[in-house]
């Protein structure tokens, strides 16, 4: 009977090494480092699980922290109206201009779809946003739309490039 449950012992642990000896002090003290090894293991594991559920704890209380300073009917419009947006827009632009003559030609297409977003899409909830997106994004980016606008923007007499030679 020993001897069958030494080697069912021996059948669950790691293959020994080609050579070593398969006595029962071999097979036992094998078993034990095998155990040492796996208890050593699941030390470093439960370190690991608690150092992440800390870390899972503080991300809670972070977000919780975050969302109890949002109102109830979300962000509103105020918060990131379009004026600001218009605003980095712009400085973003001037740059670009400087650096790129022909952005002004892409900002001057792009202006009108700006203005028309920022007047017909609805931001007071994410159901409105996407289905006045969709609307705005049918009726002002089709393919025709947007030959339109570019072909008036090239043929407009308004549209100036300053040389950026010297």
């Not at 949002?70 to 419009?77: A, D, H, L, Q, T």
């Not at 003559?101 to 892409?106: A, D, G, R, S, V």
Request: glycine share 4%; aromatic share 6%; net charge negative.
């Amino acid at each position: 009977a020993m001897k069958d449950r030494l080697q069912s012992l021996k059948q669950v642990l790691p293959p020994a090494p080609v050579g070593s000896k398969h006595t029962h002090a071999a097979i036992l003290n094998t078993a034990a480092e095998y155990l040492r090894e796996k208890e050593a293991s699941l030390d470093s594991l439960e370190t690991e699980i608690a150092r992440l559920n800390s870390l899972i704890a503080q991300t809670k209380d972070q977000i919780s922290s975050q969302q109890a300073q949002i109102p109830e009917n979300g962000i509103s419009s105020a918060c990131y109206g379009s004026s600001i947006v218009e605003n980095q827009y712009s400085k973003f632009l001037e740059q670009q201009v400087s650096l790129h003559p022909l952005m002004k030609l892409y900002s001057s297409m792009l202006e009108p779809l700006f203005l028309s977003f920022n007047s017909m899409v609805d931001n007071t909830s994410l159901d409105s946003f996407c289905k006045t997106a969709h609307q705005w994004f049918a009726q002002n980016c089709s393919l025709n739309k947007l030959r339109e606008l570019a072909t008036n923007l090239v043929t407009s007499p308004n549209l100036e490039f300053e040389s950026s030679g010297g």
